[in-house]
């Protein structure tokens, strides 16, 4: 795998509620355990296809429990409601940091749309 982005360092917060990720060339980020769930890299959040993409609801209190090494080029997180499929490349955690902004607003809009809320087990009324 040809990576663009190398990471020297992350760290699991002791709370396990975010990953904080520094890459070679400076660039450095704290991603929310939330945000890394709802955008996992995984087939049973993305799909197979754009259009089979879901949105992923009630995750505002996830946690990580583990972060495993996957090769040389990606981790597993493991979370505490037991999903663990997606690997997260290094360009995919950059990629997740640099359009934090972007990609929470689309995901908060999602969950507007679809009359969601980030809270476990609540609809929006």
């Known amino acids: 795998m040809n990576q663009q982005h190398w990471p020297t360092e992350l760290r699991l917060s002791k709370d396990r509620r975010s990953l904080s990720v520094t890459f070679e060339e400076g660039a450095s980020f704290m991603l ?12 049973e959040v993305q799909g197979h296809s754009p259009d089979q993409r879901q949105t992923v609801p ?15 080029y990606a981790v597993r997180l493991v979370f505490d409601d037991m999903h663990d ?3 997260y490349t290094w360009d995919y955690l950059h990629a997740l940091g640099s359009g934090h902004e972007e990609r929470w607003a689309a995901y908060l ?3 507007e749309q679809k009359n969601l809320s980030r809270d476990k087990n609540t609809k929006k009324l």
């Open 32 to 43: 929310a355990a939330e945000y890394l769930r709802v955008t996992s890299p995984s087939a």
């Open 109 to 111: 809009s999602e969950l």
């Open 58 to 72: 009630g995750k505002r209190d996830v946690e990580i429990l583990r972060v495993e090494p996957v090769g040389n």
């Open 85 to 87: 499929s997606g690997l």
